[in-house]
């Protein structure tokens, strides 16, 4: 019945048998009609009939014939479970197989049922579906998603945020480190206005590849000041990873730290703390003296 009636509706269609695996509880055997959809150049599923068994009668205790001697009950009957049209891939089916430039040529067998209709042209150009819902999910209104404003009443305009102000990096280049030479003054500045433009990038939600590139430029800057200073950068707000300070501990102290410790106040050496003398080991007891 399935295919008298989609051969009637003039629909490309073929019947495939589903493998044992991909059966479920209820059926021994089925078949599946695949409609032919142009807009995908694939055959989809239209119906499909099973072959229950008596798993459904069972469920609703369908049962056929009397009782036979040395029977307690009367047998059980066998159902089959089958769709003739799915109502949605039935309608997308006919547009697809018989849609023109123009419009929709409509079936012979259908236009007994459509007043004579031979062809439904279309009356408006197709449009592209465009997300018009404005970004957080919010209304033009000011209101939840999908809460009726009451008539007559104003749209609440929107809250506006205050921008937020902006860091001083201006400043923060033009300060010099304490204790740094001017070659490397120069660098932390350089590190200090890159930062800056990669949180600015990230504010503009830019793109991966432009916010890494500029993290490269960084940290090649990083490694000049490395070279420049014999020590690796760490931000003024942080204190270095644990791996970090293991380094430094194996390192020893760094040339400027050297070289403060040679010159003291006046240009004299720096005072070393004196070591305590080791303590000198007691004296043996004399033994006594026998008699």
Request: overall charge positive; glycine content about 8%; proline content about 9%.
């Amino acid at each position: 019945a399935a295919e008298q009636f989609w051969q009637s509706l003039g629909i490309p269609y073929r019947v495939v048998t589903i493998v044992s695996a991909e059966l479920n509880d209820a059926a021994i055997k089925k078949y599946d009609l695949e409609g032919w959809f142009p807009g995908q150049q694939a055959y989809r599923e239209l119906v499909s009939c099973s072959n229950c068994t008596d798993f459904q009668s069972r469920a609703m205790e369908i049962r056929c014939g009397s009782k036979k001697m040395n029977q307690t009950s009367a047998s059980y009957c066998h159902m089959l479970n089958s769709t003739l049209v799915a109502t949605g891939r039935g309608i997308c089916a006919v547009l697809e197989n018989y849609q023109t430039p123009e419009g929709v040529v409509v079936p012979e067998v259908l236009r007994p049922y459509m007043g004579g209709m031979e062809f439904m042209p279309f009356v408006r150009e197709a449009k592209l579906e465009k997300d018009t819902a404005p970004k957080g999910g919010k209304n033009k209104g000011g209101g939840k998603p999908g809460e009726k404003q009451p008539k007559g009443s104003k749209p609440k305009p929107a809250k506006k945020e205050a921008a937020p102000a902006p860091a001083p990096a201006a400043a923060a280049a033009a300060a010099p480190a304490a204790g740094l030479s001017p070659e490397a003054a120069a660098v932390v500045a350089r590190i200090t206005a890159k930062g800056d433009e990669i949180k600015a990038l990230k504010a503009k939600k830019a793109s991966k590849e432009e916010i890494m590139e500029l993290v490269g430029q960084l940290n090649a800057i990083k490694d000049e000041y490395e070279k420049t200073t014999g020590e690796k950068y760490v931000a003024p707000n942080q204190q270095g990873s644990s791996k970090d300070k293991k380094k430094n501990k194996q390192k020893g102290p760094t040339p400027a730290e050297i070289k403060a410790q040679k010159k003291g106040k006046g240009g004299e050496a720096a005072p070393t703390k004196a070591t305590p003398a080791p303590k000198a080991a007691p004296a043996p007891k004399a033994a006594p003296a026998k008699a």
